[in-house]
């Protein structure tokens, strides 16, 4: 994922939040939309002028917080989001109405950008003792 700027600006930071099931987990500050070449995957038919491709960005939460690759972002932890409480899992990845960096999102998937992949939701279950 990248910032959202117009054609793109690799300086152009975008504060990108995550919410599961509407508990914001924590917010990553993207440092710019990125265009100044085609992604590894863009097809050929994408146009050159605007983003490209972004970083990937790896998501955790835990029992000890929220965490972007390993660097913590919140104390929201795994408890916090009741699942046992929800029949489904609502991910919602966007930008707070009142972020100091409110520019915009980018993401890619499959066949786009640098990593082709899709989003990816991992979870690691345990038995109760």
Not at 17 to 25: A, G, L, M, P, W
Not at 64 to 88: N, P, Y
Not at 116 to 128: E, N, V
Request: glycine share 12%; aromatic share 10%.
């Amino acid at each position: 994922m990248c910032s959202e700027a117009p054609l793109h600006n690799d300086d152009w930071p975008s504060d990108i939040t995550v919410s599961v099931n509407s508990v914001d987990i924590g917010t990553w500050t993207s440092p710019g939309d990125f265009g100044d070449k085609r992604g590894t995957y863009t097809p050929r038919w994408w146009k050159l002028a605007g983003s490209q491709y972004g970083r990937l960005v790896t998501w955790r939460i835990s029992e000890r917080g929220s965490f972007v690759d390993k660097a913590q972002v919140s104390k929201v932890d795994i408890g916090r989001l009741e699942l046992g409480k929800h029949h489904s899992i609502r991910l919602r990845i966007g930008i707070d109405e009142g972020a100091k960096h409110p520019g915009g999102v980018n993401i890619f998937g499959k066949g786009f950008g640098n990593y082709d992949q899709d989003i990816l939701m991992r979870m690691r279950l345990r038995t109760s003792a």
